[in-house]
């Protein structure tokens, strides 16, 4: 090897280990940026979620049937203790009497747990109504399971059950 060549492929090496070197710095900043994406998203959902929970509860304080509609998935599963499931909003309105009580509902969410891709969230609440005078009617637990439609989310699955 003539020590031209030599040379050149010492460079070479050195370009490359420099290059390799570049390429995983690169790749270790774009995997940081992910996890940091992917934890935003998560917040973001979670935020959203929360907002639409509080929503939620003030429907209900204020017996506010359609209010309360709005939150469903036009397919929504309703999941009540001793009751057959009731699919669809116009079964789930059937059995929304309840709402025409005066009584203040408690939504304590507990766990907001969404996909990866933020296309269904699971959220697990505690729930309790109370007359205005403060005597319980409802002591009980629940699970929403949210599905993305369009840019918001409504509640596919809901799941209620007395303590
Ligand atoms: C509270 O109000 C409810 C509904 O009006 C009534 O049935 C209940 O007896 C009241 N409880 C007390 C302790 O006054």
Redesign the pocket.
Known sequence: MSPVTACLLALLTVGFLVVKQDASVLQEVEADALAVEEAERATSVSDKITQLTQGMETCVDNEDMNCLLAYLDDNVRVMREHHPVQIGKTEARKHMKWIEH?FDATLEIKEITPSTDGSIVVERLKITMK?????SIFNGKGVFVWKKVNNDYKVYIDIFNDN
């Open positions: 005066d007359f205005p005078n403060g005597t």
